[in-house]
T-cell receptor
């Protein structure tokens, strides 16, 4: 079946502009995660959505970062007033309900490579 | 605090030889442990996981990993390396008490030479 998809695959923007990154999780997966992969910081957790529960935003690096998930499916990560240090690969993952043996595995999309000039 | 250490930035091995990519972890309680692989310009692909039960876990592409609670390790192994195994490998841990984020190691680049 289809995996996690992300768009765009690459994004180049100017410092100070806003960007939106999109994630389509695997159909039926209730949990959705955003991570950031950068040279200096490795792979960092950003935010987690589970069903209709309030998201876990504990990994968001600043209030310029926000994310929403509409209808329990598609998610958008928004970065306002981008800075050069925001340049990274943004990875989305989804999993079945995280409780229970089958729900433990997170399946990742190909990522969006963001470059802030 | 939870953490994962991958002590080797790079591992070099000749094709056909066994390979080991090391991972140690620190969590409060029993862990869920994962290995992922990343090929150039691709996302992370799931290889295998340890949740409970048998300490030796078998995964995709002939890889396996052994959970060692006393040494808090979860090393990735393969009996015979292929050139196509060359990639970036990540170990990750999740505390059983949490239902969300994975904590990743820094990654180990595996280079398999013909």
């Amino acid at each position: 079946g289809a995996g996690v998809s992300q768009s765009p695959s690459n994004k180049v923007t100017e410092k100070g502009k806003d960007v939106e990154l999109r994630c389509d999780p695997i159909s039926g997966h209730t949990a959705l995660y955003w991570y950031r992969q950068s040279l200096g910081q490795g792979l960092e957790f950003l935010i987690y959505f589970q069903g209709n529960s309030a998201p876990d935003k504990s990994g968001l690096p600043s209030d310029r970062f926000s994310a929403e998930r509409t209808g329990g499916s598609v998610s958008t990560l928004t970065i306002q007033r981008t800075q050069q240090e925001d340049s990274a690969v943004y990875l989305c993952a989804s999993s079945p309900h995280p409780r229970g043996r089958q729900g433990e595995t997170q399946y990742f999309g190909p990522g969006t490579r963001l470059l802030v000039l | 605090a939870q953490s994962v250490a991958q002590p080797e930035d790079q591992v070099n091995v000749a094709e056909g030889n066994p390979l080991t990519v090391k991972c140690t972890y620190s969590v409060s309680g029993n862990p869920y442990l994962f290995w992922y692989v990343q090929y150039p310009n691709r996302g992370l692909q799931f290889l295998l996981k340890y949740i409970t039960g048998d300490n030796l876990v078998k995964g995709s592409y002939g890889f396996e990993a052994e959970f060692n609670k006393s040494q808090t390790s979860f090393h990735l192994k393969k009996p015979s390396a292929l050139v196509s195994d060359s990639a970036l490998y990540f170990c990750a841990v999740r505390d059983r008490g949490g239902y969300n984020k994975l904590i990743f190691g820094a990654g180990t680049r595996l280079a398999v030479h013909p």
